[in-house]
């Protein structure tokens, strides 16, 4: 099953978290720092999967990784998922997103945090997969968008809120 | 609320404590119009976890939206009932989920299915009703659902003997898939339903694992999926890989094995470097089954060893560990360490280290290099892994110095080399060394500094001090310091009372009373005398034998060592799916079995100190023998000689007669050093490279289908001239790689070599290549299904002799040259020696050994013949085919085995016919055989595990033929 899916920028910075095991908060927040930190001395042209991290749970496990421009995009995953069958729900995740966004970029995935949950939640539930027909995902997503007329709002508020910790990320 | 609360998440995403809004996340769920309750479920999925107080609020509103009608609303609690309900909440909404089974939506089921899946995990019991719902789950007309479901059968297949009647309906629907029945929606890159296609070829393997009735059912579709999968897309080759792993998990066959090996080669082979990471993984899969397929690959290996991703160098090396045998085992060593030395993942080294620890001492017993190789290797060992080790290597590895051998001298030779080669590295720098290196070291200069009698005493008791003395070692090891000095102190009042003295004013109270008890212990003199006491103690637990032997009266079974059984268990399997290299993993686990106490035996040497005042000192003696007891009597029983962990001190006998009698021939290559490989020359010098020249000049793709115990399928009149052919081939080949980089060649001739070799001791246990090791107990049943076609075995010895030799002998006769089989070979009669190179700096000669070991017609009666069958243990049923071109068929079908096997047709009465044979060595071997429709159903009894099968397999072929 996937135990963790992991989206953070080139520096470092979570953008998106998802543990689908527990961890406790620290615990979580130093998974995030390690992963980064193995992924992001990877070459562009060497291989996508990474053995073992020593956090998420031993030997058994590997992350899985695709870096699309300024976001890496991580699943953490035992051994019963397939390894290309998971680099490619990546692709379709991103995919998803970019057809719900219209071209998405980082600054989606901050000022959309929850939207971006709920389009994983149709994708991965509980650690299983759901669901990887990209149409069918964006049915249910917009489905449940048409309820959510007023999330302008929301957004509005979030905006400079995070503009604020865009200007100044430390 | 909304807002903040999405806030919230991303500060707790961000790492900073939200703790507060938890209960509001809550609220917002409860009370919240549905948008509210959205974001409110998000956020109690993301804040909570299955353990949190604040969940039992939860269950209300979860309950009330689950039975809502507001198909949103049910989609969001089925999605967080999936998330975070711990156990004991299950049963509270099992059956409002369990309705949602047969919802109209069919998003609703789907998530339903998943959902229960989550609960199967967290609590199966609770779940064990609605297994027959999960069948008609499978059965939904909506392929989402039955995808789901899936994972819930992936999970339960996992001990498949109750689904193996579900193996049809899999096949039907991947049949669909691939066939593109699927509605053009679940198309990926024009791909049917890829995910879907790799769990179902998932659960497919698993139910094909060792049962050829089932694997028969999927052989088509596997066919279909291998051919369909040739787009060039990534999901494709993930397909491809499931497909590859599936084929070689299920019962074997020669067609489809012979595709997946084409499809290995071709991930191995290509630019992308995740197809060459999957290739990698499937290769180390498949090395078990087949090891011919690393062969073909080896360049490619080679590279990938050398390659700049981490990753690719760590798969490869696991590769390289599985098909490690007893030539490439040093190479093999030092690449891993090698490999640590450059690596600072915490975890790879562990784990590695922890890979390369128990499996250098296994090696050692198995294919015993020699003593200071294993030493200096396990000195590497440590010094590397460092602290990071588990605490059972080191256990281990005093373990196997502890209990040694049968022979007194190996075991001491050992220890004084440890002790030497000890003393050494404690005369240098000591300060970097990981305290569990200092440990070990204190605690065998302790047993055995006294074995080296060149060294003074004090000095050793000196070198130790100044350990003591160091800010860098821990508390920990200096108990085990003083522990050692406690036992090599006899005698040296002088130096120990000072130490005693300025240790006794130590802030650690252990060993200040350690030192306290030194003080005493030096002073009278006569208490020390722990080295004798050990001896006084029946370690050979010869006071049990009364009651070994009345319970063998009593019908126990009698005790067979582990490797025999091990070896028992190997025939008797159609498919060897243990790990590379059969006897490992028994004596793995042997190891492991006795090695979980043994930690606490140790720690007690230390502990015990802390509280008693005169047991102390002879604790490290006591847990020796301890020790010693624990192993006589083995899991199963009365232990009478200590096989099961063969000490190190079997090495010698290797490094004695250096041949190690199966180095090869072209590990014998020019080398920069001559100095320094002087020394391996001399251990080439009579090497023996025994019948693989076979093996790998038809190591084409087209063999490589020889499953596993089958071997292989032609008698070979040819053998030798192949063999001959194949070996200078390759020796040319790897002598001209050579020069251009030394260390690749190296392993590259390791590989070479070590894979035949490999494929021998995988596939049968031939003579030769136990002898090295010495079974020869081993029967060698499996000999005869050659036997009985060819009445000879070719076994093909290649006798290499570098030129260093050939300066210090007088020129070579080929008489001479037999003079260098092993000893036990050397009787055998064997054919004249062929030269097959004359290069000044090698000589390379071959020569055939023959062992003869056939089937013969075993005469009896019918009532002896049905005595016999009744005591005969292993048994095997198969439908063969019947003859039936002639009169009577079963007659003219048992003629037709009569006249190929040299069987004897003991009677036919009726429909049935019952026949006899036996091997050359004398097992017998019964078959009855029964008339059924069309098929002669074939029952083979006999008292050795592997005969039945081999001939079953040789009466097939005499059929095919016919």
Partial sequence: ?170 | MREIMVRAMYCEMLGYDASFTYIHAIKLAQQGGLLEKRVGYLAVSLFLNEGHELLLLLVNTVLKDLQSTNLIEACMALTVVAQVFPKDMIPAVLPLVEDKLSHPKEIIRRKAVLALYKFYLIAPNQVQHIHAKFRKALCDKDPGVMTSSLHIYLQLIRSPDSYKDMTGSFVTILKQVVGGKLPLDFNYHSVPAPWLQIQLLRILSLLGKEDQSTSELMYEVLDESLRRAEMNHNITYAILYECVKAVYTIHPKAELLEKAARCIGNFVLSPKINLKYLGLKALTYVVQHDAKLALQHQMTIIECLDHSDFTIKRETLELLFRITNAQNVTVIVEKMLDFLRICNDEHTIIHLVGKVADYVPIKTLTFAPDNSWFIQTMNDVFSIGGDLLQQDVPNNFLRLLAEGSESKEEDDQLRLYAVDSYLTVLKGHTSHLPQCFLQVMSWVLGEYAHLQESVDQREVIRLLTQLLDQRSVSSETRVWILSALTKISEGQTDLILDLAESLSSSQDTVLRQQAQELRHLSQDSHKTSSKPLCKNVDSSLSFLDGFVSEALAAGAAPYKPPHQRQEELCEDRALNLEPYGFSLPVSLSSCSITDRQSPTLLSVSSGLSGNSTELSQKAGSSTLILEGVKRVWGKDGYLPQKEATAPPVDEPSAAVQPPSQQEAAERIEPRPDPSTQNQDKQQLASSLFVGLGVGSSMSLLGKSEAPPLRFRKKPRPHESSSSSSGTSERSSDSSSRSSRNTTDSFLYSSLLEEEPAASISAFDHTPKSTTANGLAQNKDTKEDRRANTSQILGGDMVIVRPSTIQDKHPPSVSSDLTALLPADLKDLPHSDVISLTSDPSLSLSSCRLFRDEALLPLVVTTEEYGKLWLSLSHDVKQNLKLLTDAGDPLRTTLNALKDALQLHVVDIIGSEGIVACRLLSGAPCLLHCRVNGTALAMWLRSPHPALPDCILYHCQRALAHH
């Fill in chain 1, 1 to 170: 099953m996937i135990k963790a899916i992991l989206i953070f920028n080139n520096h470092g910075k979570p953008r998106l978290s998802k543990f689908y095991e527990h961890y406790t908060e620290d615990t979580e927040q130093q998974i995030i720092r390690e992963t980064f930190h193995l992924v992001s001395k990877r070459d562009e042209n060497i291989c996508n999967f990474l053995e073992g991290g020593l956090l998420i749970g031993g030997s058994d496990n590997k992350l899985i990784y695709r870096h699309y421009a300024t976001l890496y995009f991580v699943f953490c995953v035992d051994s019963s998922e397939s390894e290309l069958g998971i680099l490619d729900l990546i692709q379709v995740f991103v995919e998803t997103l970019d057809k719900c966004f219209e071209n998405v970029c980082e600054l989606d995935l901050i000022f959309h945090v929850d939207k971006v949950h709920n389009i994983l939640a149709e994708m991965v539930m509980g650690g299983m997969v759901l669901e990887t027909n990209m149409s069918e995902i964006i049915t249910q997503v917009e489905a449940q968008v048409l309820f959510s007329s007023d999330s302008v709002s929301a957004v509005k508020s979030i905006i400079l809120w995070n503009i604020k910790y865009l200007l100044n990320p430390d």
